[in-house]
């Protein structure tokens, strides 16, 4: 059954509605803060599994639309950045990048080390580190053909996608549950504010807590922090932000189609973001900056119908055919992952609720893609308050550090000796 483009449009958009539902009617989805994408997509593609499995009928979405909205939400990270903001968070920023790069030697260290424990090629043990977890499916797809081309391993491109695929619905997974463990060592804006209330007393959640966070946040919320927040916005400011949406795609196609082939090859929503942050911030430095709320507008909703389209088009079928070995490999990165996030990430970020936050955001692209952290993050502040660190951080190194970093460790892994 092949449904077109419009159809898979009304489809993307019931999910959304659907996870919203779930959420709200399933207390153990809310505990858990489990992102409605993730909620609604996963039904449907568990419905879709079960469809095919007893009534052999597999249903066929058009996914023309999918990238742009996935490139939509990077340009619109881009119109987002302030490099005076980024300046700020400078060290910070620099901190977490380091925790992220850490993470991908693991992930390569862990992939090989099992590789070799089971007896299989080495280069599996990649393709299940840092290539498809953190590189997500566009990663694993451009470093599977040269592992398939260059180093003969056989069937590189199917084990690729079978590893983004459980990697995107893990990561949409893990945040939350990791984030519900760490708030026991924390104290959330929102708690903090209720203690300042007559009821509060001494058997409050913030009594209980262990280590405190300000009791004040007067910033406004960054874009994406408020997914649900009514954004007062015009025609003309739509229009205007539309337009400098197309006009990041536009020339960040180009850019990505004149790098292919070089030293500087990177992916095109890398260079979509770069050409967001170019016109955001030349248009600040000559009096006509960015309007926020529309940015704000249309990037949750590319964010939101991208994240619905993934999910809901997964083949779990494809996981199900995994051989033991690669289950093996993804089972130990999952757990590396939650134990990463709760022991490096939570800490060595300040083990404060921004630290909460991070780690969260961590899960979703250390396992998926960077929309999965956005998600991940929007579920936790949506429910525990604001949290302005990460949202400044996780969307830079996420979009365009992380694919820097982990194209540099997986040459490096490639340059030695067992790979030759």
């Not at 893990?174 to 924390?186: E, F, I, S």
């Not at 590396?336 to 709760?342: D, E, G, I, K, R």
């Amino acid at each position: 059954m092949n449904i077109g483009t419009y159809g898979t449009l009304v489809a993307a958009s019931l999910v959304l509605l659907l996870g919203n539902r779930l959420v709200t009617w399933i207390p153990l989805l809310r505990a858990y803060t489990i992102p409605e994408p993730v909620a609604g997509g996963l039904v449907a593609a568990i419905f879709l599994l079960v469809l095919r499995l007893a009534g052999n009928v597999e249903v066929r979405f058009d996914t023309n639309l999918q990238s742009p909205m996935m490139l939509a939400f990077f340009a619109t990270i881009g119109l987002n950045a302030n490099l005076s903001s980024l300046k700020r968070g400078g060290p910070l920023l620099l901190r977490f990048l380091a925790i992220v790069i850490g993470l991908l030697i693991l992930q390569n260290a862990v992939g090989i080390g099992l590789a070799y424990v089971l007896g299989v090629d080495p280069l599996l043990g990649l393709l299940g580190g840092s290539v498809t977890l953190s590189g997500g499916h566009g990663t694993g797809a451009a470093w599977s053909k040269v592992f398939a081309e260059h180093h003969g391993l056989q069937s590189a491109t199917e084990a690729a996608i079978a590893c983004a695929t459980f990697g995107l619905v893990m990561g949409g997974i893990l945040g939350g549950p990791v984030a519900r463990r760490l708030m026991r060592h924390v104290v959330a804006p929102s708690l903090t504010a209720d203690a300042t209330s007559p009821r509060s007393g001494n058997d409050s959640p913030v009594a209980a807590a262990t280590t405190t966070v300000a009791a004040t946040d007067t910033q406004s919320p960054l874009a994406f922090e408020e997914p649900k927040a009514e954004q007062a916005t015009t025609p003309a400011a739509f229009i205007a932000t539309l337009a400098l949406i197309a006009i990041s795609l536009a020339a960040g196609e180009t850019f990505a189609k004149l790098l292919a082939g070089t030293t500087f090859e990177l992916p095109s929503f890398v260079c979509v973001l770069f050409v967001g942050v170019l016109l955001s911030n030349g248009l600040a430095l000559a009096g006509k900056p960015v309007i926020e709320h529309a940015v704000a507008l249309l990037g949750n909703v590319s964010l939101a119908l991208f994240l619905a389209m993934a999910l809901m088009t997964l083949r779990l079928w494809d996981l199900a055919a995994l051989a033991l070995p690669v289950i093996s490999l993804l089972a130990a990165q999952t757990v590396l992952m939650v134990l990463y996030a709760s022991f490096v990430t939570f800490r060595v970020m300040g083990r404060n609720y921004d630290a909460v936050v991070l780690a969260a955001g961590h899960c979703g692209f250390g396992l998926g893609a960077t929309p999965t952290a956005i998600a991940n993050m929007q579920a936790v502040t949506n429910r525990f308050g604001h949290s302005h660190v990460a949202f400044l951080v996780v969307p830079m190194v996420g979009a365009f550090f992380i694919d820097i970093a982990n194209a540099i460790v997986i040459k490096g892994y490639l340059a030695l000796p067992l790979f030759h």
